[in-house]
Structures are given as C-alpha cells and as structure tokens.
C-alpha cells in the first residue's frame, strides 16, 4: 500500500508529500504521528516545497532579464 501511495503521489506532482512521507516511512516515525498530525506535517511539507520551488524560480528568471 504505501508503494502505491509514493507512486501517487509522484504522479501527482506533491513532492513535498512524498518526501516527506518516504523519510517517515524509512525512519518508521508514521507511529508517532496520530492521523491528524500525519497530514498536518505531509501538507505542511509541501506547502513548503512549492514554496521554496517558486522562490528558486523567481531567483532564476530574475537572472536570465
């Protein structure tokens, strides 16, 4: 199942999700979360992901003008 779940995800495009979801499952830390505070830290990977994706954008398209 979480096999599938990465794939998923990769597909569509949250890479901060699956990154994110990855380390917790090699680290085996998904025990520690509850439910709630799984897809809290999952969505907060990647808002912070997209984030950082649109500033390291920005940096490069302000240096090709």
Known sequence: ????TLDKLRKMK???MFHAF???MET???NDY???EL?????DAEWDDRQN???ERTIL???LL
Request: no cysteine; aromatic share 12%; proline share 0%.
């Open 22 to 24: 990855k380390s917790s």
């Open 39 to 43: 897809l809290a830290h999952l969505v």
């Open 34 to 36: 509850t439910a709630d």
């Open 1 to 4: 199942m979480n096999t599938s």
């Open 14 to 16: 949250f890479f901060g």
């Open 53 to 55: 994706r649109r500033i």
């Open 28 to 30: 085996g830390k998904t």
């Open 61 to 63: 398209y302000a240096r």
